[in-house]
């Protein structure tokens, strides 16, 4: 816990770099600039950060063209805080306005692109939002009739998915910073409390610990194993029998780690036991396969082998063995049948096979790692292979 923690923020550098990425994909894409809307990509591209978005009574807007430097179009409140970034063009309205708010500004700021393609693109496709009404949407569409609003999720994620040197510090530091909690959580793991409590416990010891905000953390359980690991904490006591599944969402300035530990109280049963162990495995052929040139779906078959060997009723109602990871909880690619995305170095996944090995009883594991030149390092502390057992 004594680390030294990297610097929060990115040189203007790193804004360059990714503008510049894009601005290249663009030129391939045949796009004359790309909006964004949604608090990841808008930060990604600028670094304004604001804990403002949880409001949404006013969109924000960042253009990146396709030749020059971005251009923000906010709502008045927000002009002062962009110019604390690198970006230098910002142009406001006085919002929120609902009968116009910020349609025709960016209208005029689209419009007065230089124009070779006639092509604008929009976070439309896999894993993306546009954040901004729909009717504003579609009235921006009809103003400006002569340009083509195109999907640009391709071109966006293309660029997220692999992260620099600068971001796999962040997330690095948040794994730690999580593997501390864990490790600290463990030792106030009580006989007789309820999911509701563990999941307080849980984040006022993240805080401790030092991350900075604990934006998802899912305490489930059941007797002997538990029917799902989204919806949670609630009222429910951990006694005797009963497996108690925590995972989490820890974010370092912007940047998450995500993944899991299981509890089990008083005693563990063997079908449980052998479940537990069956997932440790699959979740470590996970990890000894994870390297570059290798497919998302390559992964998926790495662990899925395991767990078929393992002859219980291999998979789980989650749909993959894990996922992309970065400025969100969730990022492309998905380790699963069907994802032929290449691994590349720099490339943030997590590891997160489980299996239902009887009706309404799964157990689940989760790692992050960062694909390498050569293979991947591991970012989290390993779990035991052994569950912890929790004592009355």
């Not at 969109?59 to 409140?77: M, Q, T």
């Not at 984040?203 to 604990?214: P, W």
């Not at 899912?218 to 799902?228: F, I, M, P, W």
Request: charged share 20%.
């Amino acid at each position: 816990m004594n680390r030294v923690s990297p610097p929060r923020g990115f040189p203007v550098s790193e804004f360059e770099t990714r503008v510049k990425n894009a601005q290249v994909q663009m030129q391939s894409s045949d796009m004359d600039g790309i909006v964004l809307t949604t608090p990841q990509n808008f930060r990604y591209f600028s670094g304004f950060n604001s804990q403002f978005w949880e409001s949404p009574t006013r969109p924000f807007f960042l253009v990146v063209p396709r030749e020059g430097l971005p251009i923000a179009v906010v709502p008045s409140i927000g002009g002062p805080a962009l110019e604390t970034t690198w970006v230098t063009d910002i142009r406001t309205w006085p919002a929120p306005r609902p009968e116009d708010d910020g349609v025709s500004l960016l209208d005029s700021v689209l419009s007065e692109l230089p124009r070779r393609f006639g092509r604008i693109g929009w976070e439309m496709g896999r894993e993306s939002i546009i954040r901004m009404p729909i009717i504003d949407f579609d009235r921006l569409r009809k103003n400006i009739s002569n340009i083509e609003f195109v999907d640009a999720s391709p071109l966006i994620w293309s660029l997220r998915m692999v992260k620099s040197v600068l971001e796999i510090d962040k997330v690095r530091e948040a794994c730690l910073i999580g593997s501390d909690t864990f490790d600290l959580f463990l030792e106030r793991v009580t006989y007789g409390a309820t999911e509701v409590q563990m999941a307080h416990e849980f984040r006022k010891t993240a805080f401790e610990c030092g991350i900075d905000n604990a934006p998802f953390v899912s305490v489930c359980s059941g007797l002997g194993g538990y029917t799902q690991i989204i919806a949670g904490p609630h009222e429910i006591a951990q006694t005797d029998g009963q497996i108690m599944f925590v995972d989490t969402g820890l974010l370092f300035d912007a940047y998450f780690c995500d993944f899991d530990r299981n509890f089990a109280f008083g005693h563990i049963n063997d079908a449980a036991k052998r479940a537990n162990e069956a997932v440790w495995q699959a979740t470590q052929a996970g990890i000894d396969a994870a390297r570059p040139g290798i497919t998302a779906e390559d992964l998926w078959a790495a662990q899925n082998k395991v767990l078929d060997a393992a002859g219980a009723k291999s998979g789980n109602n989650v749909g993959r063995f894990g996922h992309g990871l970065g400025m969100h909880l969730t990022e492309p690619p998905s380790n699963m049948p069907g994802d032929k995305t290449v691994l590349k170095p720099g490339m943030v996944m997590t590891i997160e096979p489980g299996l239902e090995f009887a009706p309404g009883k799964n157990i689940v594991h989760e790692e992050n790692l960062v694909i390498t030149e050569d293979g991947c390092e591991l970012l989290t502390r390993r779990a035991p292979i052994e569950m912890p057992i929790i004592q009355a």
